[in-house]
T-cell receptor
């Protein structure tokens, strides 16, 4: 069974709008990461947030983490057509080096 | 600096055949991972390694074996391929306590 579940499964927005996607997980974590995957390619790391952090920013990305609700959100501001991709959250299994990926959100940004 | 490379990029096997997928990284990373990705799904962890000579099972290890004889290489073997193993296989590596995983380009495997 997968640790992370993203929602929505798919999201379509206009260029310039903000995109928000959510991730829920089941067990205790040390950190949570977000990755991007362009069609058929390998994943690219976007941002990591540790369990003792509540919010983190990187460029147009903003990630929040609520460990009491076991959930995280990724906000992409001022989206661009180039942001079209699938986005995955990944959570570590506390005490191990294993990571479990969610099912992903497919984002389409229309020009 | 090539990062993470995977060999081969594509392969078609008949049921019952065997093959080995090779993953190589040149970043001196301690941790290496093998995942599979099926259509519309996230990545599922097959096996992983926390250092040279060590391997451990992930979520879906059945039907696969791995070896990490050298720090830079992580091999994934299919002893007797089955159609259910048709998938895209990704290798990844991560440095000691850095957590960020670097992914290879993937191997698209079809078992007929």
């Amino acid at each position: 069974s997968q640790q992370g579940e993203e929602d929505p499964q798919a999201l379509s927005i206009q260029e310039g709008e903000n995109a928000t996607m959510n991730c829920s997980y089941k067990t205790s974590i040390n950190n949570l990461q977000w990755y991007r995957q362009n069609s058929g390619r390998g994943l690219v790391h976007l941002i990591l947030i540790r369990s003792n952090e509540r919010e983190k920013h990187s460029g147009r990305l903003r990630v929040t983490l609520d460990t009491s609700k076991k959930s995280s959100s990724l906000l992409i501001t001022a989206s661009r057509a180039a942001d079209t991709a699938s986005y995955f959250c990944a959570t570590d299994i506390s005490g191990t080096y294993k990571y479990i990926f969610g099912t992903g959100t497919r984002l389409k940004v229309l020009a | 600096n090539a990062g993470v490379t995977q060999t081969p990029k594509f392969r078609v096997l008949k049921t019952g055949q065997s093959m080995t997928l090779l993953c190589a990284q040149d970043m001196n990373h301690e941790y290496m991972y093998w995942y599979r990705q099926d259509p519309g799904m996230g990545l599922r962890l097959i096996h992983y390694s926390v250092g040279e000579g060590t391997t451990a099972k992930g979520e879906v290890p059945d039907g696969y074996n791995v070896s990490r004889l050298k720090k830079q290489n992580f091999l994934l073997g299919l002893e007797s391929a089955a159609p259910s193993q048709t998938s895209v296989y990704f290798c990844a590596s991560a440095g000691f306590e850095s957590y960020e995983q670097y992914f290879g380009p993937g191997t698209r495997l079809t078992v007929t």
